[in-house]
């Protein structure tokens, strides 16, 4: 596509009381990301001239989590049309056009904006274009009226339009496209004279036509243009996300025996012939190599998966884990801020943290790394081809040789040297015949209990 220079407006000056929360409307996440930062990521990728961000209600929040962008204050909420005017200083000295979004808008691709930046460039004599787009159910959206030849005429407002008008399926999304040199000319000439009081950017159509500019449309997918201004809203953008990720996660080859029961991150990696299993879910910065299997209902965050490694079922890997090739990450282990190299089972029952585990080392069911003393944190380093017995606490700081074994039931409290066997636990006694003893004397106290109860 051919370079135009072009600048951004993003508006986010809206209190979105609808959303019911303490936190900014474009701040809440989906798929770990906030909304407005899957918006300014597409819009980066146009590498603009200017990005300018309108903020009003709480922006201290969204000015915290702004970046690469100037920012503006829209003091009072006098419509989209005055969000834009707002930005006059801001877009001093910026040449080429304007592209309006709206930071509750996030997953609108960059593909979609160049078609838009196309359109203007292409067509004769175009001040305008309108994003527009055909929902499954048209509701109350305002109809896009375009003549013959496919331009825009004019935006109807539902309320306003006439019954043939109301069955036009091509919606307004808002969003447009402006020539810069036009903008603010038209800004200047928009009336507040309504119910509302307010100046709206629909009205820029009006303009663009009175100084006989052509008025063009593009249209997108309806999930393109998914705005966000309730909480069904934005897990019905959650459902969206996820389904996207999860035919990405098909399509790169990744087998997934329920995907609809498999929740991904902004950032999750995959690579090829890898098998998930119902239930699993995946927190930010997970990355997954070829040929691992993942099995149900387990929970990953922050984590690296080599090539050929079993993980699950009922496993939770926290940030700082990195699972060696071939490794096995059984059931109920939760493994946090631990390297384990190659070969490596862990396979019930154990949690293991602030710990380096050497290749080919067995942690037998029910270990702990004790690594926090109530104020400081310690490491736990197990050499290679290690052996750890069952129900074993390694109390940190401390060492296992390689090719060292600990008796299960042991409690570890000093190093360990290479092959010798460390036991750490009290001494064995069988006494003949006590428990039977134990038993007759026993029965009898309850015996005689129960008789003096009876005797009250």
């Excluded at 000056?13 to 597409?42: E, F, N």
């Excluded at 305002?142 to 069955?167: C, M, P, W, Y």
């Excluded at 329920?258 to 090829?272: I, Q, R």
Aim: charged share 25%; aromatic share 6%; with cysteine.
């Amino acid at each position: 596509m051919p370079k135009h220079p072009i600048s951004v407006v993003v508006l986010a000056a809206g209190k979105g009381t609808r959303m019911k929360s303490k936190l900014h409307k474009v701040l809440h996440a989906i798929g770990g990301k906030a909304m407005l930062h899957h918006l300014l990521d597409s819009v980066e990728e146009l590498s603009p001239q200017k990005t300018v961000l309108v903020v009003g209600a709480d922006r201290e929040q969204v000015e915290a989590q702004a970046r690469d962008c100037s920012i503006v204050t829209q003091t009072e909420q006098l419509g989209t049309g005055h969000a834009v005017m707002v930005t006059k200083a801001a877009l001093e000295g910026a040449k080429g056009d304007v592209l309006v979004l709206y930071g509750d808008v996030p997953f609108i691709p960059k593909s979609l904006m160049d078609d838009m930046i196309v359109a203007k460039a292409t067509s004769p004599n175009t001040g305008l274009v309108v994003l527009g787009f055909r929902p499954k159910d048209a509701a109350k959206y305002g109809r896009l009226v375009t003549a013959a030849n496919g331009s825009l005429e004019r935006i109807v407002e539902f309320k306003d339009a006439t019954e043939d008008e109301r069955q036009i399926d091509l919606c307004n999304s808002g969003m447009m496209l402006i020539d810069g040199e036009k903008i603010f000319p038209w800004l200047a000439s928009l009336s507040n004279d309504n119910a509302s009081g307010e100046y709206y950017l629909t009205d820029l159509v009006a303009a663009a036509r009175k100084d006989g500019c052509n008025v063009a449309v593009v249209e997108a997918q309806e999930e393109d243009v998914l705005g966000i201004n309730s909480r069904e809203d934005l897990a019905l953008a959650e459902a969206t996300f996820q389904d996207r990720k999860r035919c990405e996660a098909l399509a790169g080859g990744v087998t997934m025996v329920d995907p609809a029961t498999v929740y991904f991150s902004h950032d999750t990696k995959l690579g090829a012939d890898i098998a998930i299993e119902p239930g699993v879910y995946f927190g930010p910065n997970v990355t997954v190599e070829d040929g691992v299997t993942i099995k149900a209902y387990s929970h990953l965050e922050g984590t690296h998966i080599r090539s050929g490694a079993t993980v699950g079922p009922f496993a939770r890997l926290r940030p700082g884990a990195d699972i060696g090739e071939g490794a096995k990450i059984g059931n109920f282990v939760e493994v946090k801020k631990a390297k384990l190299e190659h070969g490596v089972k862990v396979s019930h029952l154990s949690y293991i943290g602030d710990a380096t585990i050497g290749a080919d080392a067995n942690i037998g069911a029910g270990t702990i790394t004790c690594n926090y003393d109530g104020f400081l944190k310690f490491e736990t380093h197990i050499g290679a081809g290690a052996f750890i017995g069952s129900n074993s606490a390694l109390v940190a700081p401390v060492t296992i040789g390689d090719g060292a074994l600990v008796g299960a039931g042991s409690v570890i409290t000093k190093d360990v040297e290479g092959d010798a066997l460390a036991v750490a636990r009290g001494l064995q006694r069988n006494r003949a015949g006590f428990a039977a003893t134990f038993r007759e004397t026993q029965a009898a106290k309850k015996a005689a209990l129960t008789e003096k109860q009876k005797g009250r």
